[in-house]
T-cell receptor, first 112, second 113 residues
Framework: NAGVTQTPKFQVLKTGQSMTLQCAQD?????MSWYRQDPGMGLRLIHY???????DQGEVPNGYNVSRSTTEDFPLRLLSAAPSQTSVYFC???????????FGQGTRLTVV | GNSVTQMEGPVTLSEEAFLTINCTYT??????LFWYVQYPGEGLQLLLK?????DKGSNKGFEATYRKETTSFHLEKGSVQVSDSAVYFC????????????FGKGTKLSVKP
């Protein structure tokens, strides 16, 4: 069972570059979300989706875009990378609003 | 607003010691509560959960009880092992239609042989 798959696992970007972090789940979950993990900050919600075609902002959305064209995929786009976006990014999915979330392995992003 | 506060580490214990990691929450409704564990270089894995007051979640020797009166969900284990060394996150699902989680800042546990 693949679960939640994130690619790439590691990425180095130069300031101003753009890129897309990929996330796919094979559990037919309606809910998907993106978090960033920073030292001493726990995980903070960037964007989330409650179903295909529906997205909304979380706690720290600035500098990121998302779309949800299918149930399976929820890519996160960095429009113009900044050093403040250096972080570990996690994608998660869940069956319903009171269910546990399943996480991908994470993408470690460094912006230089 | 809704939040989660957990004791910040690091916590260092000897093997077979008793573990408690405190977690309290604030919520406008009745959230589900979770403990997640993150091993080095990996993503988060669900350790245990509780969905209503007085529920006890348990897994791999870890336990936590949903205490509405004290708004707490403390994690306990009677005898830790070296393999329990990881970062532990307490989280709540604040029950809205979004289904998103609010996390504590994490507690790093190191268990020495």
């Amino acid at each position: 069972n693949a679960g939640v798959t994130q690619t790439p696992k590691f990425q180095v970007l130069k300031t101003g570059q753009s890129m897309t972090l990929q996330c796919a789940q094979d559990m037919n979950h309606e809910y998907m979300s993106w978090y960033r993990q920073d030292p001493g900050m726990g995980l903070r919600l960037i964007h989330y989706s409650v179903g295909a075609g529906i997205t909304d902002q979380g706690e720290v959305p600035n500098g990121y875009n998302v779309s949800r064209s299918t149930t399976e995929d929820f890519p996160l786009r960095l429009l113009s990378a900044a050093p403040s976006q250096t972080s570990v990014y996690f994608c998660a999915s869940s069956l319903g609003h009171r269910s546990e979330a399943f996480f991908g392995q994470g993408t470690r992003l460094t912006v230089v | 607003g809704n939040s989660v506060t957990q004791m910040e580490g690091p916590v260092t214990l000897s093997e077979e010691a008793f573990l408690t990691i405190n977690c309290t929450y604030t919520a406008t409704g009745y959230p589900s509560l979770f403990w997640y564990v993150q091993y080095p270089g990996e993503g988060l894995q669900l350790l245990l959960k509780a969905t209503k007051a007085d529920d006890k979640g348990s897994n791999k020797g870890f336990e936590a009880t949903y205490r509405k009166e004290t708004t707490s969900f403390h994690l306990e284990k009677g005898s830790v092992q070296v393999s329990d060394s990881a970062v532990y996150f307490c989280a709540q699902n604040y029950g809205g239609s979004q289904g998103n989680l609010i996390f504590g800042k994490g507690t790093k546990l190191s268990v020495k042989p």
